[in-house]
């Protein structure tokens, strides 16, 4: 075995903690490249916010802030503070675990229907989790002349305590989504078998990625060793968290968004004779539009609001429509007993 503490072994490991460092960096930029237009939806206003959201946020950019703040660190050629840039890098890479494990919290309380019994016990765990990201330094580095920035120390202790922790919440959340997914009060609904897949994928890359830097910071082997898987664990959890909500909120909204529509040459219906309901509105033009609210109440409680639409001549349209043809309204048989609002 080698002497991973000899100065030509830590030249080695140095090297390769930066180069990984370097390969993680673009990955992780790439897959915030390619999903830009999901974010820029929200950014602009096309799609509405809410507000579970903030975390989805925070996890995403921080950790693009936390690769920046790597690569500035290995990369400077002149003297910096090494100490505050490693303090930044450590806490930031923390929270976004953290922020993770959040991000796939949420959706389990969303499943149990924001059930106390259950969003409680997961606050408290969330809370006991961040008291361990926020304890402090954990690392300390120092500037050597035509080296760089070098860590000299780890607290290896509290980094491995904060990634067992880690995985034992992320356990939680998956025998809570799976225990829903088993006994449900009703028929199984596919936004369930989506939570249960996705957070069953999640949990098994973040367990590994967990336990992969558990055991190196228990193995103590140098400092640089200690930690050199800690970055790409924070980043596999963190895309594939993100990847959940943004699976969970495009399945929103194509359940959401049903209407019906027609195309030139094709048969079209008009609506019955009726009085202007409230609520609904008839545009001009030569064609006129008959818009309505429709409200359905699923099942399992949640009001789905719908849109119906109807199209004829505006000769046929004024304050009331000539009976000739008959209009009917099919709607997706999922939304009824499958669908239920995610938090997203």
Not at 140 to 159: E, R
Request: net charge neutral.
């Amino acid at each position: 075995m080698p002497d991973w503490n000899s100065p030509t072994e830590l030249a080695l490991e140095a090297s390769a903690f930066a180069k990984l460092m370097h390969a993680l960096a673009g990955l992780y930029f790439w897959e915030v490249a390619t999903s830009l237009s999901f974010d820029w939806q929200y950014i602009t206003g096309k799609k509405r916010f809410h507000w579970p959201l903030i975390f989805y946020f925070l996890d995403r950019y921080l950790l693009v802030f936390a690769m920046i703040g790597i690569l500035t660190a290995l990369d400077v050629t002149t003297e910096v503070n090494c100490q505050t840039l490693y303090t930044f890098n450590q806490l930031v890479g923390q929270a976004t675990i953290g922020l993770a494990s959040i991000n796939l919290a949420i959706r389990t309380m969303a499943l149990w229907s924001q059930n106390l019994y259950i969003v409680v016990p997961l606050v408290l765990v969330i809370l006991g989790h961040w008291s361990l990201i926020l304890q402090g330094v954990l690392l300390k580095a120092v500037w050597m002349p035509g080296q760089g920035c070098l860590i000299t120390h780890t607290n290896n202790t509290v980094l491995a305590a904060t990634f067992i922790y880690s995985m034992c919440f992320d356990f939680i959340v998956l025998v809570l989504t799976a225990a829903k997914l088993a006994f449900p009060q009703g028929q199984r609904s596919q936004l369930m078998k989506l939570l249960f897949k996705d957070g069953l994928i999640y949990f098994v890359i973040a367990f590994l990625s967990n336990l992969l830097a558990t055991t190196f910071m228990l193995l103590n082997l140098s400092a640089v060793m200690s930690i050199v898987f800690n970055v790409p664990s924070a980043v596999a959890s963190t895309i594939v968290a993100c990847r959940a909500v943004r699976r969970l909120s495009e399945w929103a909204n194509s359940k959401h968004e049903v209407y019906s529509g027609r195309s030139g040459g094709q048969s079209r219906s008009a609506p019955m004779a009726f009085n202007r309901p409230p609520g609904m509105t008839i545009s001009s033009g030569d064609t006129a539009a008959i818009r309505y609210p429709h409200v359905h109440k699923a099942s399992d409680g949640v009001h789905v609001q719908m849109e119906t639409f109807a199209m004829a001549d505006s000769e046929d349209t004024d304050t009331n429509i000539s009976p000739q043809k008959t209009f009917e309204v099919i709607e997706d048989p999922e939304i009824s007993g499958d669908f239920k609002r995610p938090p997203y």
